[in-house]
Every structure is written in structure tokens, then in C-alpha cells.
């Protein structure tokens, strides 16, 4: 007979219990109970009878028991997930009542590459900051070359900001298009090359070239020198590290490219020469990437809300 749905609510408050959930993400993450009980300073018997209330609740065995330890069953794994969501959810309950109760705190937690933390983020903190001044910024660095935004699906950032592929459609994801930042090649102060008025795109084919491990920057700039009737470079170094980057170029033996943005902010730090280079290096623009079924909290739509401003102005 089908559960009603009065039965079916008491069966989850009554039964369900969010410590027991907690236990068998413990578990399931570290492969044992012994070491679950460990971690969450359990006692082992206490960690069994966790799991076995769950059992009991949901009518399926939870883990499969082998010699090396335990894993998930496809059961636990949609119990695992469904469970990182309601904890999400509380948790962006609490931070809402915290946030209603004193508006200038709360949390932003925040994943993008290095050349958005370098760019665009460090004058919209700053901003931010002064008419917020007890929000706590939490910053993780994303990989431009995955972009499997696996950091919005755990939930352990609020929001993404990053270059998305042309093509990129995922519909658990809200994608909203910010600004475009174009690419300017560069070079550093002690380079031949920073005190030339103008400089033809095909007298640097035989320079020593750093790029960003991005295989769409890569073939526009050959296409650039394509067009000219000139060869591609050779690229000598591919990274994604800045630190790496400006240290190469402040040799003064190398060029790369670089953001707009990052550079009109950094240039005089690093010591760093935009070169008046006739090129058009297109790349996709700079979105921001929330989680479609998840509601941020107020603070972080403020701080959106911000991003947003300034994005237009730099437009």
C-alpha cells in the first residue's frame, strides 16, 4: 500500500536523523567505520547502530561489506546526495537568520581561476568590503582546463566565476554572461620589445612565447599569424601560474598574453608592458555560474548583485 504523505513526512522526521546522516557520509567518504567512528570521535558501536537505524528507516541496506572496509550502495549514494542538500539547505537557513538579524555579516564562498582573482575579484572585495565590513570571502582556485564545476554540485561554493566553452549547456547550472576581457600580448619592462611605439604581430614568431595551457587562446594566436602569412610561435612554456608568468617576463627574454583586466590592474606591480599589437584574440567572455535549484543567500545576492555593477561598468 502507498505511503500518505502524513505517514511519509513522519517516517522522515521521526526516523531520518540528520546525525545519522552525517555518520554514513563519514563512513562512505573514509571507506571504514573504524575510521569513521575516529574521525567523528564515535565509538564504533554507536557508528554501527547510525547506519543500522538508517537501514531500518529506508528499507535497503546501505553498504556493502568486503575485507578491505565498506563502500556505498546505489541506495546510500542517493541518500549521500539528497542528504548534502538538506545540510546545504539549513545551513543557508541559518546564515539567512544571521544575515536578517545583522545585515552587514555573512559568508561568500567563491571558485575561479587565477587570472579572475588577480583581475576582476580584488577591486570588487575592496568595494564590497566597505559597505559590508563583516563579510567573510572564501576563495577556491579553479582549474581552467576541467570546468566540471563539481565545487557548485558539492556545495562548497556559492558561486563560479570563469570562461564557459561556446557550447557549455548543463541544466544544473544557471549561467549568466558578465563581461568580455579581452587578451593583450605582453611583455616585461627589461623586454627589447616595451619601447617600441608599434609592433607587426609577424616580428614576434620567433620570440620565446608563454601561454595558458588553453587550446582556444593557442589556435587564435595562430590563426593571427596564420593570417599574416607568417609562422606560428613556438611555445616554450604553458601554465596557468601568474607568479610563474611575471617571473619569466620580468627577464625581459620572453612574451605572453594576458587578461585586460589583470593587467590594467597589475601592470605597474609586476612590471609588465601591454604591446601595441594589431591582434584579435577571441575568447569566450567571463560568466558568472550559480546552482539552478539552490537559493543563495541574501549577502551573496548582494555581492552578485555588485559583481553585476561592476561588470557593466568595465564593459
Known amino acids: 500500500m502507498a505511503q500518505t504523505a502524513p505517514n511519509e513526512a513522519d517516517r522522515i522526521g521521526r526516523r531520518l536523523r540528520l546525525r545519522d546522516l552525517r555518520v554514513l557520509t563519514e563512513v562512505v567518504r573514509c571507506g571504514s567505520m573504524a575510521k569513521a567512528a575516529v574521525h567523528l570521535a564515535m565509538s564504533q558501536p554507536t557508528v554501527s547502530e547510525a547506519i543500522a537505524s538508517l537501514e531500518r528507516a529506508v528499507g535497503v541496506r546501505l553498504l556493502d561489506r568486503h575485507a578491505q572496509g565498506v563502500e556505498a550502495t546505489p541506495y546510500a549514494e542517493v541518500l549521500i546526495k539528497r542528504g548534502r542538500a538538506a545540510f546545504d539547505e539549513l545551513r543557508q537557513g541559518l546564515l539567512e537568520i544571521e544575515f536578517l538579524a545583522n545585515p552587514t555579516i555573512g559568508e561568500v564562498r567563491i571558485a575561479c581561476p587565477e587570472f579572475v582573482a588577480a583581475g576582476l575579484l580584488p577591486g570588487a572585495i575592496a568595494t564590497f568590503a566597505e559597505q559590508h565590513p563583516g563579510v567573510v570571502f572564501h576563495l577556491m582556485h579553479?582549474?581552467?582546463?576541467?570546468?566540471?564545476?563539481?565545487?557548485?554540485?558539492?556545495?562548497?561554493?556559492?558561486?563560479?566565476?570563469?570562461?564557459?566553452?561556446?557550447?557549455?549547456?548543463?541544466?544544473?547550472?544557471?549561467t549568466e554572461e558578465l563581461f568580455h576581457d579581452p587578451h593583450w600580448i605582453i611583455v616585461g619592462l627589461k623586454s627589447p620589445w616595451a619601447t617600441r611605439r608599434k609592433v607587426r604581430l609577424e616580428q614576434l614568431c620567433d620570440e620565446r612565447w608563454i601561454l595558458p595551457p588553453s587550446p582556444l587562446i593557442q589556435k587564435s594566436l595562430e590563426a593571427n599569424f596564420e593570417i599574416r602569412g607568417s609562422k606560428p610561435p613556438k611555445i616554450y612554456v604553458s601554465s596557468a601560474s601568474l607568479l610563474l608568468r611575471t617571473e619569466l617576463l620580468a627577464t625581459g627574454r620572453f612574451v605572453s598574453v594576458m587578461h585586460a583586466?589583470?593587467?590594467?590592474?597589475?601592470?605597474?606591480?609586476?612590471?609588465?608592458?601591454?604591446?601595441?599589437?594589431?591582434?584579435?584574440?577571441?575568447?569566450?567572455?567571463?560568466?558568472?555560474?550559480?546552482?539552478?535549484?539552490?537559493?543563495?543567500?541574501p549577502v551573496v545576492e548582494r555581492f552578485m548583485k555588485h559583481l553585476r555593477m561592476i561588470a557593466a561598468s568595465a564593459a
Request: hydrophobic share 35%; aromatic share 4%.
Open 261 to 297: 583586466s589583470t593587467l590594467a590592474r597589475n601592470a605597474k606591480v609586476w612590471g609588465l608592458k601591454r604591446l601595441n599589437v594589431d591582434i584579435d584574440l577571441r575568447s569566450p567572455p567571463i560568466s558568472l555560474v550559480t546552482l539552478r535549484r539552490r537559493t543563495p543567500t
Open 142 to 174: 579553479q582549474d581552467t582546463t576541467t570546468l566540471n564545476n563539481h565545487e557548485l554540485q558539492d556545495r562548497s561554493v556559492d558561486l563560479i566565476l570563469n570562461r564557459l566553452p561556446p557550447d557549455f549547456v548543463d541544466d544544473d547550472f544557471r
